[in-house]
């Protein structure tokens, strides 16, 4: 089992910034990879960054390219999310994501474990 807590969010003004973290305990020598979803009100799960834990490739979704920095700390077993230029449409609850199988994907279904998720709230 691996018991994932999340911390960070909040409320901030269009054009700031919030770092999300993720804390991964438990059989952690089985990640090989690591994800942020979000889910907006009304709206499906969707990918936003992931991270393979043991060679650091990335990927990220088209809307948050340049704005956001998926990152992780092995030794911590803990996850971030640098969000920075927020904009309205990032409003979402944003959820951490581990999967044990190799190789990222940008699909929920396919990661093992979840974050309860934090709210994150773009706004003037």
């Known amino acids: 089992q691996v018991l994932l807590v999340q911390s960070g969010g909040g409320l901030v003004q269009p054009g700031g910034s919030l770092r999300l973290s993720c804390a991964a305990s438990g059989r952690t020598s089985s990640v090989n990879a690591m994800a942020w979803f979000r889910q907006a009100p009304g709206r499906e799960r969707e990918f936003v960054a992931g991270?393979?834990?043991?060679?650091?490739?990335?990927d990220y979704a088209d809307s948050v390219k340049g704005r956001f920095t998926i990152s992780g700390d092995n030794a911590q077993n803990t996850l971030f999310l640098q969000m920075n230029s927020l904009k309205p449409e990032d409003t979402a609850v944003y959820y951490c994501?581990?999967?044990?199988?190799?190789?990222?994907?940008?699909?929920?279904?396919?990661?093992?474990?979840w974050g309860r998720g934090t709210q994150v709230t773009v706004s003037s």
């Open positions: 991270i393979g834990w043991n060679g650091g490739t990335t």
């Open positions: 994501a581990l999967r044990q199988a190799p190789a990222l994907h940008t699909t929920p279904a396919r990661y093992d474990y």
